[in-house]
């Protein structure tokens, strides 16, 4: 779908690409405003997070309804319903997690000093009791947590459990609560890594036992949002807080990360979402989870525990960017743990202007130098597709030659050592990413739109890019309306039967998220922390240098065995002609959603 500058039309309103998009006062667009009396707005969830997302909660509490006159859509210029009982929706009712906890008293440090993270005692058993088994398990559960981990055993690769669709279709997900659970070892101390929190909603997550247990959360907030974040800390006094440096302009911190230290050793866990209640109830987002990593015996040497994918020594880098004493002593947790386990290689962003051998450290210049040197060279995989899935994009340029298909496309497409990048080569760039209609039909209607922060003000300036998007469409997994926050990257074969390397990240489709050159490429420029991990291959042993793709991820068969589930359809279905891109900040008036809502933001 290739459009240029002006005006798009489609049975959800037309779309102006012009200045005037945001320019409101003088177009025909209600103002929501005076539709939400003032008393509530302010009662809405205050946490800090984006405005897409701030819309998102105001429309979910005050709906507009979609009023059919004469069979067309409501005027822009009509006064809109906003009854919260027309609406049938009930966030409170739909809300299967348990009520906040009331804030532990506990006597901790929080004034800049440590809590302890000792471990007393030698590795104690590494898998539950029957009793603690069963307790855990729930009657609504299709799969208790611990044989969902078992099941994944190879790739430890999950989806989010979703509200709202057949059981069947989440076999093999996790909720946080899940993660948390004390089937995976019993909790000494946390670290939440992420960019949107709800305190007391991540607090009530944890099983009651461990709420009292050491928690480091490490954020990006300034200014209100910190004031803010930290007065919704206050209560707990178990809770600390990190700051992350975010000196670069329009850079966030992107990262989501769990450090979970218990009795038997360590876990770390990389996922795609926010630690907020609608990231886990119907988005589909996706989880590594990594091996129980024990303790190493006292006196090892500073070498043992590394794995062949360098893991160890990656992640305690990562955390050193951060230059924060309360992650210092978390650098000095994993030193002690043997991670020699882990298949998969970290995939890290963090701000700074990096050059020489740093350049190759972060960003799409560290994905270009594993390719090189890690991922096997295949016979035509010049040819192969790169696809790209993510939920919001950044700005990409005047064309595609400023960033897409010039440095980040060339990092995607590296593979294996001594191999030239063609450029000219018949090497398509597939891009998913919701469709209007997909987020209108999706599970939450409109509001799902509200983490696909993609705004009119950049839509308007590349309407090239629009040309390689492709729907989201996951029916093989019954995920079709839960809309992706997930963030995914990989290499296919053309007939979708073969992958050369995947990649799950926090990393959108942006230069802040990614990095671009500077100064004659010599230097590349990160905004953002991000943080993924790449799957090759060559770390899984399989000799061949690709993994199968599992064409149903729920399948149980024998030959299902080592495909790698991907977490959509393959091949990808380009837009039709009448669809567009989910834009968050313009108004959809003439469809209602799956809730028989519009969408038009103030």
């Known amino acids: 779908m290739h459009r240029s500058a002006g005006s798009l039309q489609s049975s959800h309103g037309k779309w102006t690409l012009s200045s005037s998009d945001d320019e409101t006062e003088d177009r025909e667009k ?15 969830p205050q946490y800090p997070c984006s405005d897409a997302r701030k819309e998102s909660h105001k429309r979910k509490s005050h709906p507009l309804k979609f009023e059919e006159i004469a069979g067309k859509g409501p005027s822009p210029g009509k006064k809109l319903k906003t009854d919260k009982e027309e609406s049938g929706w009930r966030l ?7 009520k906040p906890p009331r804030a532990p008293k506990v006597k901790s440090e929080k004034d800049g000093t440590s809590l302890k993270l000792e471990v007393t005692g030698t590795n104690k058993k590494r898998h539950p009791s029957p009793e603690t088994h069963e307790k855990y398990k729930t009657p609504s559960d299709s799969q208790d947590p611990w044989d969902v981990m078992q099941a994944g055993e190879l790739f430890s690769f999950y989806l989010t459990k979703v509200a709202g669709i057949k059981p069947k279709y989440n076999a093999g997900a996790l909720h946080i609560k899940d993660i948390l659970s004390p089937l995976f070892g019993t909790l000494v101390s946390s670290v939440q890594f992420n960019y949107c929190i709800d305190v007391a909603w991540l607090v009530a997550q944890y099983p009651e036992e461990f709420r009292r247990k050491p928690l480091l959360i490490v954020h990006g907030e300034k200014q209100q949002s910190k004031a803010k974040l930290h007065e919704d800390a206050h209560p707990y006094e178990n809770v600390r807080l990190c700051q992350a440096r975010l000196d670069m302009a329009f850079g966030t911190h992107h990262t989501k990360m769990m450090l979970l230290l218990y009795e038997e050793g360590l876990r770390v866990v990389i996922h795609t979402s926010n630690l907020i209640r ?8 996706g989880i590594w989870m990594s091996p129980l990593y024990p303790r190493l015996p006292e006196g090892s040497s500073s070498l043992a525990g590394e794995s062949l994918t360098n893991f160890r020594a990656d992640l305690v880098a990562y955390l050193a960017s951060y230059n924060s004493p309360s992650l210092k002593e978390w650098m000095d947790v994993i030193k002690q743990h043997n991670l020699s386990e882990t298949r998969v290689y970290l995939v890290g962003s963090t701000p700074g202007r990096y050059q020489g051998n740093d350049k190759e450290k972060w960003g799409h210049f560290r994905v270009r ?3 090189r040197e890690k991922a096997s060279p295949i016979a035509g995989a010049e040819s192969w597709p790169v696809l790209g899935q993510f939920s919001s994009i950044g700005s990409m340029g005047a064309d595609k030659t400023k960033w897409l298909h010039s440095e980040f496309s060339e990092s995607l497409k590296t593979l294996g050592k001594g191999v030239k990048t063609l450029q000219n080569t018949e090497n398509p760039l597939q891009l998913i990413y919701p469709s209007v209609d997909n987020v209108r039909t999706s599970l939450e209607g409109y509001p799902a739109g509200g983490s696909l922060p993609y705004g009119i003000q950049t839509a308007q300036k590349q309407p090239w890019l629009h040309s390689y998007f492709h729907r989201w469409k996951a029916e093989t997994s019954g995920r079709s309306r839960a809309m992706p926050h997930i963030k995914t990257y990989m290499r296919v074969s053309p007939d979708c039967q073969k992958l050369a390397w995947f990649l799950v990240t926090s990393a959108n489709l942006s230069k802040a998220a990614w990095g ?16 993924g991990v790449l799957f090759l291959p060559s770390a899984f042993g399989f000799d061949s240098g690709t993994f199968h793709v599992k064409a149903n991820i729920y399948a149980r068969n024998d030959d299902a065995k080592g495909a790698f589930p991907v977490p959509f359809d393959l091949p990808p279905e380009h837009y039709a002609g009448r669809d567009r891109p989910w834009v968050w900040n313009i108004p959809y008036v003439n469809a209602p959603d799956s809730h028989g809502n519009i969408w038009c933001p103030s």
């Open 30 to 44: 209600p103002s929501t405003s005076s539709l939400v009396p003032r008393s509530r707005v302010d009662s809405l």
């Open 92 to 98: 409170s009712s739909s809300d299967e997690e348990s």
């Open 278 to 285: 609608d990231d886990w109830h119907q988005k589909t987002q």
């Open 369 to 371: 130098k594993l390719l």
């Open 516 to 531: 671009s050159l500077e100064k004659n490429g010599t230097q590349l420029f990160i905004r953002s922390y991000e943080l």
